[in-house]
């Protein structure tokens, strides 16, 4: 070979060297490695896969930055450690895609997950955060049990097509400690999130849609669900067996398919539920066996029935507003407490005009009562016969104590306040600028 | 002669089916639809799943053994006609009152009140081999204490 080859062939094998797609190697050193677009071999049976190494070589509580590109394999994390990837860093795997366990101060930031099981198990750990992390048709979101101090931010979760029936929750978490989820968006799934045997929980902003349960929570306590967005779902919020319950500023709607309830409560206890808009639901509220529980400030508009009480006795529901529902109520003989709410069916007069109606507000009816014990009975609502039964109790209710009504009715709603800002700046430049022009248009003339 | 023969016989069965004891089946669960009657949430793990049969030959439906319990403690037996409780290990359907029961707060069940059934007393001990549990008479499940886990 003449020296002309050599060169040649020593040039080649430098520029194939150079153009080679670099694999990823670990980047423990807190900095971005260039994207590849060559597709990692699959790891065979038993073999680590690629991306398991880069974990195994990070050291404990270091950074390891991942590339714009899809990682296969069934991952695990037993130490603390962060994992950053790019927009597009994707893991898939054939049954689950991460299992985080017996460890401390995980954070996984900017990873999409695809798994045949449940995408992410996470088990005895303490201090896990989850920032802009996509999960997208695998059979359940995350589970994460026994850890504490968990947080879940920017979770993207949408489930599979087909009935909730036969899906896994979006986020499931078991005999856990302080929880918060924010800004969280989750969709077709069995619950977005199911919540277990958990203390001090915070779900705030989140969105979730298309589900069977959008919140729901068992033998829980401390717990504050607001500001969120739930809509279409079998039922909204469902909270069983659980004390101190604060829900507010939160929109529950469209919940009105079979079985459909905006919110539901079993056996709570010390429940503030304010500021909420319930609207279009089958049922707004059904609320049995609660304690010591405050509805108020919420406004319910065009439910079928707003609130189904049953032995409920320490249930107050005040300064409520009630729009265009076909029934404000159906309870049991317990009844409950019913004060100075709004409601737009009202027909009595306010003639000393302190905004309190001078009649009291029957808020219960026979057939609601029927009701409860056959829901059939609903399709008889607004019918000539019932509408007959319903005014004919207004006449034999007033020694009744087993109705519940509202004895001051709000009669006026809030005064109409019409606010204006003038901003000075605008106005005296825009104020110039016409005389200008009438001055000009003048001067041609 | 004949014919008074046939009518006698007729007759005979008609008498025999109108004496016989009605017979309460259990129906299939539908994940889909069926919600339990005790605490509202839908039926979507059948294995778990317990009904009861009126006897005017209504069925109601619950996702827990505890459920059930509470139902026969709230409405009494007289318009019961039978209850039905899923075998943990065959997914049979078991009447509650031959079924064996085993209990433990580590067992999971939908409403997390950790008793579940079996067909025979053999099964029963085996499971409680593997998975370390209590038997638990059915006279017992009646005032047993459902809830979260008061029972401990």
Known sequence: ?445 | MKLFKWIGFTISVFILAACSEQTYEPREINAEADVCYMCNMSITHVDYAAQIVLKNGDHVAFDDLGCLMEYVLEQGKEKIGAGFIRDTNSSKWLNIEEAIYVYSKEYWTPMNYGVLAFNSQEEANDYIKAQPGEIVPYEELLTFNWGVHEHE
């Open chain 1, 1 to 445: 070979m003449t020296m002309k080859n050599w060169i040649i062939a020593t040039v080649c094998g430098v520029l194939v060297g150079i153009l080679t797609p670099i694999v990823a190697e670990a980047s423990s050193e807190h900095q971005h490695e260039s994207p590849s677009f060559v597709q990692p071999k699959k790891p065979l049976k038993g073999e680590k896969s690629q991306l398991q190494k880069l974990i195994d070589r990070t050291e404990p509580g270091g950074t390891l930055f991942l590339e714009k590109r899809v990682y296969r394999g069934s991952l695990s994390i037993t130490k603390p450690i962060t994992i950053i990837g790019m927009d597009d860093t994707k893991i898939h795997s054939l049954t689950t895609a991460l299992t985080v366990s017996d460890t401390q101060n995980v954070v996984l930031e900017n990873i999409s997950f695809q798994a045949e099981n449940t995408a992410i198990v996470v088990s005895n750990v303490q201090n896990i955060h989850l920032k802009n992390v996509g999960i997208g048709d695998s059979m359940a979101g995350i589970q994460i049990t026994k850890s504490e101090n968990i947080s879940l931010h920017d979770v993207d979760v949408l489930g599979k097509e087909g009935h909730f029936s036969s899906k896994g929750h979006a986020v499931a978490i078991y005999e856990s400690k302080k929880i918060t989820a924010t800004d969280n968006d989750i969709e077709q799934v069995l619950d977005g999130f199911y919540l277990e045997s958990v203390e001090d929980i915070h779900l705030t902003n989140n969105s979730i849609k298309n589900s069977r349960y959008a919140m729901h929570m068992m033998y829980s306590n401390h717990i504050e669900l607001a500001n969120n967005n739930l809509f279409n779902n079998m039922t909204g919020f469902m909270v069983m067996i659980a004390k101190d319950v604060q829900i507010s500023d939160n929109m529950v709607a469209k919940n009105n398919m079979l079985n459909s309830l905006g919110v539901y409560v079993y056996d709570v206890e010390n429940v503030l539920f304010e500021d909420n808009e319930l609207r279009e639901n089958t049922t707004a509220m059904d609320i049995q066996n609660a304690r010591d529980i405050t509805v108020e400030k919420n406004v319910f508009l065009v439910n079928g029935t707003v609130l189904h009480v049953q032995r409920s006795q320490e249930l107050f529901v005040q300064q409520n507003e009630f729009h265009g529902n076909i029934l404000t109520v159906r309870t049991d003989q317990q009844g409950f407490s019913l004060k100075r709410n709004y409601y737009d069916d009202y027909e009595g007069k306010d003639y000393n005009g302190d905004q309190i109606g001078d009649t009291q507000y029957i808020a219960t009816n026979s057939f609601g009562q029927w009701m409860v014990r056959k829901p059939v009975y609903q399709y008889f609502m607004e019918s000539p016969s019932v509408m007959t039964l319903n005014m004919m109790d207004t006449e034999v209710t007033e020694n009744n104590t087993q109705v519940v009504v509202d004895e001051y009715p709000i009669i006026l709603k809030k005064p109409f306040s019409l606010e204006i800002d003038i901003h000075i700046w605008q106005l005296l430049i825009s104020s110039i600028l016409l005389i200008s022009m009438l001055i000009i248009r003048r001067r041609l003339k």
